[in-house]
């Protein structure tokens, strides 16, 4: 079993920062890419930032220059911190990765349970 486990969300003024942070566990060999995405209600889930395994990132442009997106391999964790919050940032933010099983060395695509962050006006 692989688990992905997300914490770090919350209530926040436009203006203001929140950081998550997200945990792999379990049967792993490997985690290659790792990467948040959001969903916002009445919406399709959206890429967020993504980071490989050498730490080469891709943001989406609404989020550029406000989010950072970096890991811990040791940890096996992946965090997002997050700047300039806006109103339309309010989502449910979710941990995804590409995990190589230590079992089967097969790898698979995991998602987190999600965190809602929410931003007010």
């Known amino acids: 079993q692989v688990q992905l486990v997300e914490s770090g969300g919350g209530l926040v003024q436009a203006g203001g920062s929140l950081g998550l942070s997200c945990v792999a566990s379990g049967n792993i060999f490997r985690i290659n890419a790792m990467g948040w995405y959001r969903q916002a209600p009445g919406k399709q889930r959206e890429l967020v930032a993504r980071i490989t395994s050498d730490s080469s990132t891709n943001y989406a442009d609404s989020v550029k220059g406000r989010f950072t997106i970096s890991r811990d391999n040791a940890k096996n964790t992946v965090y997002l911190q997050m700047n300039s919050l806006k109103p339309e940032d309010t989502a449910v933010y979710y941990c995804?990765?590409?995990?190589?099983?230590?079992?089967?060395?097969?790898?698979?695509?995991?998602w987190g349970q999600g965190t809602q962050v929410t931003v007010s006006s």
């Open positions: 995804n990765a590409d995990i190589t099983r230590l079992s089967t060395r097969i790898t698979l695509n995991y």
